[in-house]
């Protein structure tokens, strides 16, 4: 059959010394005929996901883009995972947040050797702000892409409160890898260890010890991912106006 034309067939019946001329034929042209298959690919739906926890704020203003209440979210790419780091980090809560703790540490003189007034506001200012920015993106963008791992929290809103209680702990230090699978949580651990040490370059002389340092604030990141994780669980979704509407998952 030519390539564009339909398919044409005739059939005759011959008996024995008979002879038959096949008349001439005129192929037809073939119907035009288009398939198309249309979905989206599985980071134009990780795209839409990440479009929808961008809008999850805490009462409707403190950011809240690191948890997924959707239990079979699709993973995110790495250029994924660095852009909800940064948008976490430029947000204007998270200035007010570490202009806030600053504050504080400067009421009660923590870290003394960066001194009182506006210059030791801004030390301080500049510290924490540092603190934020390398642990958004060294545990929640450079390991996780790394490392295969998504950094975001994933609701589970079913079972009892004990069990709730244990999976948000748990999830300090486990994480789903971006294949679906649950996994130790290196990203976390080890971003939290890396940020401790790369906060002991700008930290006062008198406050840093080294390894003790680079442990004690490693010892904050994990628990302070533990609390967080507490909060999402049984807190913050109920104040989160904008989530998914099908949004618990299965026990």
């Known amino acids: 059959m030519a390539a564009g034309f339909a ?32 979905g989206l690919s599985q980071t134009e739906v990780a795209e839409e996901q990440i479009q929808v926890e961008e809008k999850q704020r805490v009462l409707g203003i403190v950011p809240n883009f690191y948890v997924s209440y959707l239990p079979n979210a699709a993973p995110l790419t790495s250029k994924q995972k660095f852009k909800l780091a940064a948008r976490t980090i430029v947000d204007p809560i998270t200035f007010a947040m570490v202009g806030g703790a600053a504050g504080i540490e400067q009421a009660q003189n923590h870290f003394s050797g960066y001194g009182q007034g506006a210059q030791g506001y801004a030390k301080r200012f500049g510290a924490g702000y540092a603190d934020t920015v390398a642990g958004t993106f060294i545990g929640s963008a450079i390991l996780p892409s790394l490392l295969k791992q998504d950094p975001r929290y994933f609701y ?43 906060s002991n370059l700008y930290y006062p002389a008198q406050d840093r010890d080294g ?14 991912s533990a609390i967080s994780n507490l909060l999402q669980e049984f807190v913050l979704k109920k104040f989160t106006p904008k989530v998914p509407g099908n949004a618990v998952a299965k026990p």
């Open 7 to 38: 398919t044409q067939t005739s059939s005759v019946i011959l008996h024995s010394g008979e002879n038959y001329i096949v008349p001439k034929a005129a192929l037809e042209v073939a119907p035009n005929v288009t398939e198309m298959q249309v």
């Open 211 to 224: 390894a003790g340092l680079t442990f004690a604030n490693a010892a904050i990141g994990i628990g302070a």
């Open 156 to 198: 589970k809103g079913t079972g009892s409160k004990p069990f709730r209680f244990l999976y948000a702990i748990a999830n300090a230090v486990i994480c789903k890898g971006d294949n679906g699978r649950w996994q130790p949580n290196y990203s976390n651990v080890l971003g939290s260890f890396a940020a401790g040490g790369i």
